[in-house]
């Protein structure tokens, strides 16, 4: 009997560090827009592959709020930011899984297309044009310094489970082409990290077998 309290204490202790904190960035794994990509060193893909950032960032794992407040972009330099060719339109933001979100984080672009205000929609498919999308909130973001530096700017909307995103952008910094330098996400749910759970289960078995035939 110690050797299953033992055993169990292990597994609950083990399970818990198998995930990522809840307020933790949420990366999506794909951007599109309502409006061709721009394509080139301003593609869509831009905005969420980390180009341009002062630091780097570790999905599931690095803090939200501390990230956007302490992390610059670069949105001088090509290859940094993303556009559609507009005008305006939307973007949309496929996260890879359902999350329950909070917050999206932004970096303006040192461009006239930096968007300004926009309107955020979480729906249930990646088709922002069937009605289907639940509105978060209107929300106004602060142009380019245009600098090497643009700040981090972080906006809050209710607890929402969702794997798709919408941006409706309503307004730019005055050009027709709409860009933003990076985007992310604020999780409010544990994320599960799926190769360490998978690992600690191969040796987990094993022990619980042996465990059951000593009983």
């Not at 559609?84 to 949309?92: I, L, M, N, Q, T």
Request: charged fraction near 10%; glycine fraction near 12%.
């Amino acid at each position: 009997m110690q050797h299953y309290f033992k055993y169990m204490a292990a597994v609950s202790l083990a399970i818990s560090c198998q995930f990522a904190q809840a307020g933790v960035i949420v990366q999506a794994t794909t951007v599109s827009a309502s409006n061709a990509d721009f394509g080139g060193a301003y593609a869509l893909v831009n905005q969420i592959n980390q180009s341009g950032l002062s630091a780097g960032y570790i999905a599931g794992v690095t803090d939200f709020d501390s990230f956007v407040a302490g992390t610059t972009h670069d949105g001088l330099s090509a290859l940094n930011s993303g556009f559609s060719v507009g005008p305006f339109g939307s973007f949309s933001y496929d996260l890879g899984a359902v999350y329950n979100i909070d917050a999206i984080g932004l970096w303006a672009t040192a461009n006239t297309g930096s968007v300004l205000q926009f309107n955020l929609y979480a729906d249930n498919d990646n088709d922002f044009s069937n009605g289907n999308s639940g509105l978060l909130g209107g929300f106004t973001a602060v142009g380019s310094n245009y600098t090497a530096a643009d700040p981090g700017q972080a906006f809050t909307f209710g607890d929402v489970s969702t794997r798709y995103v919408h941006m409706e952008i309503l307004t730019t910094d005055g050009g027709p082409q709409p860009g933003l330098g990076e985007v992310i996400f604020r999780t409010t749910t544990m994320v599960p990290e799926p190769e360490p759970l998978a690992l600690f289960a191969v040796g987990v078995v094993p022990v619980w077998l042996r465990l059951r035939k000593t009983a």
